[in-house]
T-cell receptor
Framework: GENVEQHPSTLSVQEGDSAVIKCTYS??????FPWYKQELGKGPQLIID?????GEKKDQRIAVTLNKTAKHFSLHITETQPEDSAVYFC????????????FGTGTRLQVTL | KAGVTQTPRYLIKTRGQQVTLSCSPI?????VSWYQQTPGQGLQFLFE???????NKGNFPGRFSGRQFSNSRSEMNVSTLELGDSALYLC??????????????FGEGSWLTVV
């Protein structure tokens, strides 16, 4: 089955700096790659997603890049703010089973003042 | 537009008991999937329902079951609870999981503690 690896497990950055979280997936058939932010005591919140026919997608301070050849995708957060502190999860799914997400192990991002 | 609603938010059960969790998807969404989140295993897919039919299933024992009603609301049941079933159970909804343009939204989860 699909396996998604996520790095780093923890990341501490100063406010205003950029943060990058990387994920690799094993199944080349995967075509949908969402990123979720989970705050303490809450459910995962979708922050951005990318499909395999696109190499990059940006939404204000957040961007995701996808390298299908390397089976690698990354989340980039620029100008980080304290409210960006949370656990971030990457995930992948295949055509026809888009609700069956395989998640990475999560990255705890801490933005310090 | 209301999000995915899960009830109850918190519950405590005793080993051997059974539990039923409820999920109301976003209006218009017909696909409901369930996930278990634990510190040790992370987020794991349980099963997905679409139009009252189970469409996909994860690698969980038969003690974990679910169903979906005609209004797309879903319930999941765990029988003969074990201590290891303590987890955050998350419900997610989407328009149609087979669509490549599908976006999946999660609820706040139901925290289950088994003692």
């Amino acid at each position: 089955g699909e396996n998604v690896e996520q790095h780093p497990s923890t990341l501490s950055v100063q406010e205003g700096d950029s943060a990058v979280i990387k994920c690799t997936y094993s199944d080349s058939a995967s075509n949908y790659f969402p990123w979720y932010k989970q705050e303490l005591g809450k459910g995962p919140q979708l922050i951005i997603d990318i499909r395999s026919n696109v190499g990059e997608k940006k939404d204000q301070r957040i961007a995701v890049t996808l390298n299908k050849t390397a089976k690698h995708f990354s989340l980039h957060i620029t100008e980080t703010q304290p409210e960006d502190s949370a656990v971030y999860f990457c995930a992948a799914s295949k055509p026809g089973t888009a609700s069956k997400l395989t998640f990475g192990t999560g990255t705890r991002l801490q933005v310090t003042l | 537009k209301a999000g995915v609603t899960q009830t109850p938010r918190y519950l405590i059960k005793t080993r051997g008991q059974q539990v039923t969790l409820s999920c109301s998807p976003i209006s218009g969404h017909r696909s409901v999937s369930w996930y278990q989140q634990t510190p040790g295993q992370g987020l794991q897919f349980l099963f997905e329902y679409f139009s009252e039919t189970q469409r996909n299933k994860g690698n969980f024992p038969g003690r974990f079951s679910g169903r979906q009603f005609s209004n797309s609301r879903s319930e999941m049941n765990v029988s003969t609870l074990e201590l290891g079933d303590s987890a955050l159970y998350l419900c997610a909804s989407s328009l149609d999981s087979r669509s490549s343009g599908n976006t999946i939204y999660f609820g706040e989860g139901s925290w289950l503690t088994v003692v």
